[in-house]
């Protein structure tokens, strides 16, 4: 059973060919953070052979270049061993619809599969940092301050950034009086709309204080 506690989590971020699985795009990097009770415990990173050669446009929007990919393991390879990394861990990703679609294509070839649920950093940044000017990650990591080393578009750089941005927000509620956030609740959060938001917190911190 996944852990029901919102800091106890892996967040991972791909890199790929393109934009759907569907059109025969393939992941190229996965990176991942491993968080146990809001600390990092481990990380995952590999670069992997989609069996084809990728665009130029990919090679500058990622700078993971044809020559990187040609020595790499393939995807299956890489791929069954991220599925023991992530065991039975609840997911995080920023824009997760995007990644949650090349896991399940690529762990569907492997016919590998995963008990954890999904949950997005990017939609919980839209309720919860309201102020951000977009919430890019990049533009978010920059509005809040988080430590980062520069680096954008790369697997494990983007996963790092985004399991700061996660530990950020879960911090701001509970200094809201929304104490140990579960993962359930972030899920909810959302798909509260903004105007529904403050009552719903209220709600939370009621809970909490009874």
Not at 52 to 80: K, P, Q, W
Request: charged share 20%; glycine share 6%; proline share 3%.
């Amino acid at each position: 059973m996944p852990s029901t506690a919102a800091n106890t989590v892996v967040v991972l971020d791909f890199e790929t060919t393109g934009l759907s699985p569907n059109m025969g795009d393939r992941a190229i990097e996965i990176g991942a953070v491993k968080l146990v009770d809001g600390e990092v415990v481990d990380t995952f990173q590999e670069l992997m052979n989609p069996g084809f050669r990728v665009s130029s446009f990919i090679e500058g929007y990622t700078g993971i270049t044809n020559n990187m990919l040609r020595t790499a393991s393939g995807c299956e390879d890489v791929m069954s061993r991220f599925a023991v990394f992530i065991a039975d861990f609840n997911l995080v990703a920023h824009n997760a619809s995007f990644d949650k679609r090349f896991l399940d294509a690529e762990l569907e070839r492997l016919r590998a599969d995963y008990s954890g649920q999904f949950t997005c950093s990017m939609l919980i940044a839209r309720r919860l940092i309201q102020d951000s000017p977009t919430h890019k990650l990049g533009d978010l990591v920059r509005f809040k301050g988080i430590a980062n080393d520069g680096v954008f578009h790369r697997a494990l750089a983007d996963a790092e950034m985004t399991a700061r941005l996660w530990l950020l927000m879960l911090e701001e509620l509970q200094q809201q009086g929304v104490t140990n956030p579960s993962f359930r609740l972030m899920q909810t959060i959302s798909k509260t709309s903004k105007q529904a938001l403050p009552s719903f917190l209220n709600k939370q911190r009621v809970t909490a204080s009874i």
